[in-house]
């Protein structure tokens, strides 16, 4: 599974916002891409957990990124205020379960959703915006 | 002692003799020397006289003011219980740097008053600041969930800890079994 950058911007003082698709079994390892996140992954009762998308996306007014999830649903991100002025609000919501969040994310701050069914476990969400 | 040694003795040595404490030898010369006994005569009723006008301004000058400490600390009585001990050391260490301990206490307590306020102040400055801390209690986290949706049979869980960097969502799609994924104490 390939990391694909969209709408990325090419400055790399932009900072970044990154979201990936994750799937979680009751069996498995993690992926080295997820160690930095074992200590989160642990409160869901579950062992494995595989990156399956990701998709990384300037973090600006403006800005989206969505990605195709394996049961043919989406998820989307979506900026909202441009974080020039103050944290970034970002909209988060997928089509499969119907699900829309709406967060403040700071550098440095992560946020994980789970639990839409796929194939025997879980899709996972991680919205991050890194340090 | 010769009658031109007696003549030639100074004053305060036949006041002392006037006094009884005279040295014997000038007592003994005196009782032959008559000029001497005159100049005993006329210094006698000087010297009492000067004795009762010392004695009269002495009785009205104060003590110095050390002096008078000192015979305090002699006459106050051994402290007996710990905390007069203390207190006792206590007012000694002070000494004359009381005035400045006490200033430094007052502006302790005036920081401590103040504080609070300038805190207050500053916190709500702060919250003004676009995308600032809020007065929600999520001040130091780095994330914040403002919102969420899920479709009317789904549930959700909200893992967002005060301060730390990640928040969680557990969605409950309403199979029964889901909610045992996520680990208890999430909110």
Redesign the interface.
């Known amino acids: 599974m390939s990391s694909k950058p969209a709408l990325a911007d090419s400055k790399d003082e932009v900072p970044k916002l990154h979201l990936t698709v994750v799937e979680a079994t009751a069996t498995g390892a993690v992926d080295k891409e997820l160690a930095r996140l074992r200590t989160d992954l642990a409160r869901f009762k579950l062992q494995g957990f595989k990156v399956r998308d990701k998709v990384i996306m300037a973090l600006r007014d403006g800005s989206a990124g969505k990605v195709k999830l394996p049961n043919k649903a989406w998820v989307e991100a979506n900026v909202e205020t441009d974080p020039k002025k103050g944290d970034a609000r970002i909209r988060l919501f997928s089509d499969n379960p119907k699900f829309s969040t709406v967060l403040k994310l700071k550098s440095g701050g992560r946020l994980i959703v789970g639990g839409p069914k796929f194939a025997d476990g879980v899709l996972v969400f991680v919205l991050e915006n890194p340090l | 002692m010769t009658r031109r040694q007696c003549c030639n003795a100074p004053d305060h040595e036949l006041v002392a003799v006037l006094k009884g404490q005279g040295n014997g030898e000038i007592e003994r010369h005196l009782e032959s020397c008559e000029p001497c006994m005159l100049r005993l005569e006329r210094l006698g009723p000087v010297t009492s006289l000067f004795r009762e006008a010392v004695d009269e301004e002495l009785g009205s000058v104060e003590a110095l003011w050390a002096q008078s400490r000192i015979q305090a600390k002699i006459d106050a009585p051994e402290a007996e219980s710990w905390y007069e001990r203390l207190a006792e050391w206590w007012n000694h260490q002070l000494g004359d740097r009381r005035r400045l301990a006490f200033a430094l206490g007052g502006a302790m307590m005036l920081g401590a008053v103040l504080a609070p306020s300038l805190a207050g102040f500053f916190a709500s400055e702060s919250e003004e ?4 801390a809020t007065k929600d209690g999520f001040q130091s ?11 009317e049979d ?1 549930r959700t869980v909200v ?1 967002q800890p005060d301060d730390g ?9 309403g ?1 029964g079994s ?1 909610r ?4 208890a104490g ?1 909110r």
């Open positions: 600041a676009p995308g600032g986290a780095s994330v914040i969930v403002e919102s969420v949706e899920v479709e789904a893992y960097d990640t928040a969680i969502i557990w969605i409950d799609s199979t889901d045992d994924v996520v680990e999430a």
